[in-house]
């Protein structure tokens, strides 16, 4: 992938969560421990990023395994972006930085758009 031109850059899109919302994830993802992942998540810290994006990502993480929240909110409460940016930007996460800096603008914004439409598909999965 090769450098061309200095375009304008394109934002990151940021995911927003209603508690409801997360409710309905915990109950989708773990329909049979819903409240069980509820407790877990009191142990969840309250940092600058919003704690139900955060509660989200986990989930998305944790792939419905009940066993993975526990190390994954041990992440959060080590630095929130890191379960964040896992679950909203795998594709990204995938690249270092100077391998950013070699791509064209529209080759980081294919990959943007692609995060952003495989997360939608999950948080939208299961909803009418």
Do not use: C, H
Request: charged share 40%; glycine share 4%; no cysteine.
């Amino acid at each position: 992938m090769s450098r061309k031109g200095n375009k304008k850059k394109r934002s990151q899109r940021i995911s927003s969560f209603e508690e409801g919302e997360i409710e309905f994830l915990i109950s989708r993802e773990f329909p049979e421990r819903a409240r069980e992942v509820e407790n877990k998540f009191s142990g969840l810290q309250k940092f600058w990023i919003s704690t139900n994006r955060t509660k989200a990502a986990i989930l998305k993480l944790a792939e419905g395994d009940f066993n993975k929240i526990r190390e994954l909110i041990k992440q959060a409460n080590a630095d929130p972006r890191d379960v964040i940016a896992y679950a909203e930007f795998p594709r990204s996460m995938q690249f270092s930085w100077s391998d950013k800096n070699n791509m064209t603008e529209e080759e980081k914004e294919e990959i943007r758009q692609n995060d952003w439409e495989e997360y939608q598909d999950w948080r939208n999965k299961g909803q009418s």
